[in-house]
């Protein structure tokens, strides 16, 4: 890392004033040779785009050899993502966005979520190739709440890492990726989180966002509920439930039946998991239409049509099948909507973030020191 060239410092809440016509067009990166990265810090997943076009993606755990053996095993630096996973057992695994923010929770003054989100991203920088001395600009897309109420925490976990920072609500680096910024609403459905975010030309703020708890985490509780009643004998874990609904997941009244086999005692054998799969999928429905509901109707009554029909769903969760129509199907009730899907899930807020890195101009940017 180097020292970028020297823009005005500012803090974080300049960028409040960003209008579409400024953010959509012509090319105002202030520093051409720098390397700028787009990062989608998910409570699950973290991804980067680069502009020297590297993509990657590793899910947020960080794992940190727990004893000798451990560290005989597999030596005594962090292991990331999937590894860390596999190593579940010889690591101290630590997940640094656990309920949707970089938690504060600091262990002998040192703050293990802040490091092991540090680590992560400065873990997935290293694949991006910056030429020695090149400055890196990053753009880091946080779940809603993080960027509201942590801001600061994630401008503090990017120092050291890059030279240059904007953090933004995910669901808006989403957006920005498709140049939608103006008269529509984003739904990113996480693991942890579902996250609305109303666009009116400006980056949003606190009242254009509402963040819920029913996503991703919540329909693989609900489903492993559901089937633990109907089939008491059934033995599966959370993470075969998880895999199920990534698998299978529907929320359409009509598709195939879902038959899955569990051990019972041991002896693998055939369940019919259709129906709670399906009512597991629909439990979001709900309040994402009614939450979908109370944005629209506290803006501009002159614009509230536009919002309704540019509904983009993002995120992990947006991939169960039929989920638009049923968004639509439950907003009837509050004047109806038209919901559509981005068409990378995994990498929209990535590279949503790295298309504003490479545009924004300098004074936007919260230069790290
Ligand atoms: N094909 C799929 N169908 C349904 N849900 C999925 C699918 N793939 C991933 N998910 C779910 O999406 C959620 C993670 O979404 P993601 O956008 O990666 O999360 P985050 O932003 O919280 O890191 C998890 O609950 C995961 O199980
Ligand atoms: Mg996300």
């Avoid at 779940?143 to 030279?163: V, W």
């Amino acid at each position: 890392m180097s020292k970028a060239k020297t823009p005005k410092k500012t803090t974080s809440t300049d960028a409040a004033s960003i209008t579409a016509d400024t953010a959509g067009t012509g090319d105002f990166a202030f520093d051409k040779d720098a390397l700028f990265v787009g990062i989608d810090l998910g409570t699950s997943r973290t991804s980067i785009a680069t502009s020297t076009g590297v993509r990657e993606v590793v899910p947020t755990y960080v794992g940190y050899p727990k004893d000798a053996i451990g560290h005989e095993l597999l030596g005594t630096e962090p292991l990331f993502g999937e590894l860390a996973l596999k190593h579940r057992l010889s690591v101290d695994l630590v997940r640094p966005l656990a309920h949707g923010v970089i938690q504060e929770e600091s262990k002998g003054g040192k703050n293990r979520n802040l490091t092991a989100a540090q680590e992560l991203v400065r873990h997935l920088l290293g694949k991006a190739k910056a030429q020695p001395g090149q400055p890196v600009y990053g753009v880091i897309g946080a779940p809603a709440r993080a960027s509201i109420a942590s801001k600061r925490i994630l401008i503090d976990a990017a120092r050291g890492i890059l030279d240059a920072v904007m953090v933004v609500s995910e669901p808006f680096s989403v957006a920005y990726g498709l140049s939608i910024l103006d008269r529509a609403l984003v739904i990113d459905i996480g693991a942890g989180t579902t996250d609305l975010c109303r666009l009116h030309g400006t980056l949003p703020e606190e009242e254009d966002q509402i963040t819920l708890d029913t996503a991703g985490d919540h329909v693989d509780q609900t489903m492993e509920k559901l089937i633990r009643k109907a089939y008491p004998k059934a033995q599966f874990t959370i993470n075969m439930i998880r895999d199920l609904k990534e698998r299978y997941g529907f929320v359409s009244d009509t598709a195939d039946r879902v038959l899955v086999k569990f051990p019972v005692e041991g002896k693998p054998t055939e369940f019919d998991v259709t129906d709670m799969l399906r009512e597991a999928c629909q439990s979001i429905v709900g309040p994402m239409a009614e939450a979908t509901a109370k944005l629209v109707a506290t803006y501009d009554p002159e614009f509230q049509e536009d919002i309704r029909s540019r509904i983009i769903l993002a995120g992990g969760g947006s991939q169960m099948t039929g989920l638009s129509k049923l968004i639509e199907a439950a907003m009837v009730e509050y004047g109806g909507a038209k919901v559509r899907r981005v068409e990378e899930p995994v990498y929209a807020g990535a590279n949503g973030a790295l298309k504003m890195a490479q545009r924004m101009p300098q004074h936007f940017w919260k230069v790290l020191s």
